[in-house]
């Protein structure tokens, strides 16, 4: 692994988890409403979605899609905090993988949790596959997209009820397609 990786890998989880300890400190985080939980729940329970693999080499990855994306999805990279036009975002539609189309979240998913990542406390129906990490020497539980295994991000214990989770997604693995109507 190089060193600027472990380095920026480093004090980007850091920094991710100072910042939600402080954002919900100041009660910035903006938690869903009961009326998005119950949305989400039902969304997150819908019949799991039947995913074929995509496996592609690197040298095709690198040319759909940008430096930022291939570094983040490919190279299980960090974006920077507050980098994202994502974390804004409030319109209703659905967040798919960058890499592969794949929808992972619908709007109702999302919350402001003040860390500078987009945020979400439940997921569509097997959008992941968790693995264990431990580029920070503490272990982690990281999250890749089930259709092409790009890197996404990583799962927290301290979002907001009903699920008590926060994954915590880089805005450059994601693309947002709003609703027609």
């Known amino acids: 692994m190089k ?3 472990f380095l920026s890998g480093l004090f980007a989880s850091a920094g991710s988890q100072v910042f939600a300890k402080a954002a919900y ?3 910035r985080p903006v938690a869903p409403n009961a009326e998005q939980v119950k949305l989400a729940l039902q969304q997150a329970s819908q019949t799991p979605m ?7 080499p690197n040298a095709e990855w690198k040319k759909r899609l940008s430096s930022a994306q291939f570094n983040v999805l490919r190279d299980e990279g960090t974006e920077r905090a507050f980098s994202s036009n994502l974390n ?3 319109r209703k539609g659905v967040f798919h993988c960058a890499a592969c189309d794949l929808p992972v979240y619908t709007s109702e998913m999302k919350f402001d949790s003040g ?4 945020s979400f ?7 992941f596959e968790k693995k264990t990490d431990f580029k920070l020497i503490y272990p982690r539980s990281e999250y890749h997209c089930a259709r092409c295994g790009g890197h996404h991000g990583h799962v927290f214990k301290d979002g907001p009820q009903p699920t008590g989770e926060r994954w915590c997604n880089n805005g450059v693995s994601l693309v947002f397609k709003p609703s027609a109507a």
């Open 3 to 5: 060193r600027r990786t």
């Open 25 to 27: 400190a100041q009660g």
């Open 50 to 56: 039947k995913i074929e693999k995509m496996e592609l």
């Open 121 to 127: 406390f439940t997921t569509l129906p097997n959008a």
């Open 88 to 90: 804004d975002e409030k």
């Open 115 to 118: 860390t500078g990542w987009p």
